[in-house]
T-cell receptor, first 115, second 114 residues
Framework: GAGVSQSPSNKVTEKGKDVELRCDPI?????LYWYRQRLGQGLEFLIY????????KSGLPSDRFSAERTGESVSTLTIQRTQQEDSAVYLC?????????????FGPGTRLTVT | AQSVTQLDSQVPVFEEAPVELRCNYS??????LFWYVQYPNQGLQLLLK??????LVKGINGFEAEFNKSQTSFHLRKPSVHISDTAEYFC????????????FGKGTKLSVKP
């Protein structure tokens, strides 16, 4: 079956511009996570969605970052007024549930370069 | 605060040699432990996981890992590596009672040479 998909795969933007990154989770997966992977670093948790509950935004690095999810489907991560330190690979993962730490399935990521 | 430390950023090894990639974590509560692999230009793939029970877990591609609670470690091992094992390996934990978000180490690049 189809895995987690993300678009675009690559995005180059100028400093100060806004960007939107999209994630399509596996159908039926209620939990969705966004992570950021900066060069030479591990993945950093950004935000978590579970069904229709309020998202856990505790990992967002600044108020320039926001994310939305429509029900249990597509999610969009928006970065406003991008800065060079936002350059990273942004990864999305989905999971069946969080009642136990079920396996998270990762998308291929979006590589964001801010010039 | 919870954290994951991968002691080696790079591990070069010859083909058919054994390898161990080290992972230590810190947490004040029970944890679940994972190893993910990222092949060049590909996404993350789960290698293996420890949730409970036997402390020795086996994963895909001949990898295994052992959970040592007293040493707060979860080292990854393979008795004989192949060229195709060249990749970056990430150790990750999630805490019991959390929402499942993973805390990752910085990764270990395994380079297998002929």
């Amino acid at each position: 079956g189809a895995g987690v998909s993300q678009s675009p795969s690559n995005k180059v933007t100028e400093k100060g511009k806004d960007v939107e990154l999209r994630c399509d989770p596996i159908s039926g997966h209620t939990a969705l996570y966004w992570y950021r992977q900066r060069l030479g670093q591990g993945l950093e948790f950004l935000i978590y969605f579970q069904g229709n509950s309020a998202p856990d935004k505790s990992g967002l690095p600044s108020d320039r970052f926001s994310a939305e999810r429509t029900g249990e489907s597509v999610s969009t991560l928006t970065i406003q007024r991008t800065q060079q330190e936002d350059s990273a690979v942004y990864l999305c993962a989905s999971s069946l549930s969080t009642s136990a730490p079920y396996e998270q399935y990762f998308g291929p990521g979006t590589r964001l370069t801010v010039t | 605060a919870q954290s994951v430390t991968q002691l080696d950023s790079q591990v070069p090894v010859f083909e058919e040699a054994p390898v161990e990639l080290r992972c230590n974590y810190s947490s004040s509560v029970s944890v679940y432990l994972f190893w993910y692999v990222q092949y060049p230009n590909q996404g993350l793939q789960l290698l293996l996981k420890y949730l409970s029970g036997s402390t020795l877990v086996k994963g895909i591609n001949g990898f295994e890992a052992e959970f040592n609670k007293s040493q707060t470690s979860f080292h990854l091992r393979k008795p004989s590596v192949h060229i195709s094992d060249t990749a970056e390996y990430f150790c990750a934990v999630s805490e019991e009672g959390s929402q499942g978000n993973l805390i990752f180490g910085k990764g270990t690049k395994l380079s297998v040479k002929p």
